[in-house]
């Protein structure tokens, strides 16, 4: 599933995750559990605290090469099927018409060319690349509409909806193809043989494992139980994995050696982590005019998310056996849904994912640690990082 502005020059103030999480406990007046896991990383390095200015002027620097890159794939009179491409991606209305678009964040691309930046490379050199991820990520989700029933995505019909579900599969495939054929633009841009094919490796390996992702997902809808374990192993995939490679092929572009590489790949896939609890969290408490989907729509799709995850990992007694229940019945209503959001509230799960989610975010960061970095892209990476734990959409 921003405002644009210049950041200031102040720098922001930083705060320990277990502040971050004693500020909420205070707030909502509850205790949080104590994460029970070793799962979770720990490190000396902190998360940033939330810098809306910094991280709109990361994404809007980026966001115009992008969108030119995009349209020069994109707007071709002989494919007719990239119509429903250019719909999905709020560029037309169902008629075709041209509207006003809002687009998506461009997460990837922009950390695909920031990354590249900050191993001494020119954003050009990754451009194509940048547009090819932002292809791949709506190719899923146009995929990832249909798989879910999902009738809408940010407040408009999916593809799926207006075109039916055999030209939309069609047009989530044609945009993969595309993007592998805008990533091999990258020797165009100065890149050599040998890094494109780096980077074409490292793309298709991280679709292998989304695909892998996406397939446990919708396995665990009918599934009883998912440990915790099992639950990081399906997020490693479905965000982890995309988000690892945008960082590694901005490094590849850039012409980072290898250990640098694996290092911002293994940051991309922390903060894939994080990134997904979050969403995990904006499935459950998500504002609907804000994330564009319905309230608690995860829970009436049985979404095995983190919240849920922990909760039958965790809970004991008679909110375990409630929970149970619904789950595992034929149906479940809106009072099942209000239960279930009563139960996970009580227990503290909102309080447990935030610290998961700031945990991994830092623990990302952290593996940057050794790397020599342009000081500037260090810190617009690190004000990313906490965008994903704080994100309301």
């Keep these: 599933m921003s405002a644009e502005r210049k950041s200031g020059t102040a720098v922001p103030d930083y705060v320990s995750p277990c502040n971050q999480i004693r500020a909420i406990r205070e707030i909502r007046g509850s205790v949080c559990p104590l994460i029970e896991s070793d799962r979770v990383m720990s490190n000396p390095t902190v998360l940033p605290a939330a810098d809306v200015q910094r991280v709109s002027a990361v994404l809007s620097r980026y966001r115009d090469g992008v969108n030119a890159a995009l349209h020069e794939v994109l707007d071709r009179a002989d494919l ?33 060319l920031l990354c590249c930046e900050a191993v001494g490379g020119e954003p050009r050199q990754a451009m194509p690349a940048a547009a090819a991820l932002e292809l791949v990520h709506n190719f899923t989700l146009i995929h990832d509409d249909i ?3 999902s009738d809408t ?9 207006i075109a039916g579900v055999p030209q939309a599969i069609n047009a989530g495939d044609g945009m993969f193809v595309l993007a592998q054929r805008t990533l091999l633009r990258m020797a165009d841009a100065g890149v050599s043989p040998e890094r494109v094919l780096m980077a074409s490796q490292t793309l298709n390996d991280a679709c292998v494992a989304l695909c892998e992702g996406q397939y446990r997902d919708i396995g665990f809808e009918t ?3 998912v440990t915790q374990a099992e639950y990081e192993a399906m997020i490693d995939g479905k965000s982890g994995a995309l988000l690892g490679a945008s960082m590694a092929i901005g490094a590849i572009a850039g012409g980072a050696d290898a250990a640098t ?3 911002f790949g293994e940051c991309g896939r922390m903060l894939g982590r994080a990134f997904q609890i979050q969403d995990d969290v904006l499935g459950i408490w998500g504002e609907g005019a804000v994330t564009g989907k319905p309230v608690a729509d995860d829970i009436r799709s049985r979404k095995r ?8 990992e965790k809970l004991r007694g008679d909110a375990a056996r409630t929970l149970g229940e619904i789950y595992g019945s034929d149906a ?3 009072t099942d849904v209000d239960t279930v959001v009563a139960i996970l509230n009580e ?4 309080e447990v994912a935030m610290q998961n989610a700031t945990q991994w975010a830092t623990a990302g960061i952290a593996a940057l640690s050794p790397l020599r970095l342009d000081d500037d892209c260090r810190s617009d990476i690190a004000a990313l990082a906490a965008f994903f734990v704080h994100r309301s959409a």
């Design 80 to 112: 007719g099927h990239a119509s429903f491409m250019r719909y999905h991606l709020g560029w037309e209305d169902a008629t075709g018409a041209t509207i006003a678009a809002s687009g998506g964040k461009m997460l990837r691309p922009a950390l695909c």
């Design 147 to 149: 798989e879910d029933a």
């Design 153 to 161: 995505r940010h407040g408009r019909d999916t593809v799926w909806r």
């Design 223 to 225: 599934r009883d139980r």
């Design 261 to 263: 590489v694996d290092a």
């Design 305 to 312: 998310s983190f919240p849920i995850a922990w909760a039958f």
């Design 332 to 334: 479940i209503t809106e």
């Design 347 to 350: 227990a503290g799960a909102p």
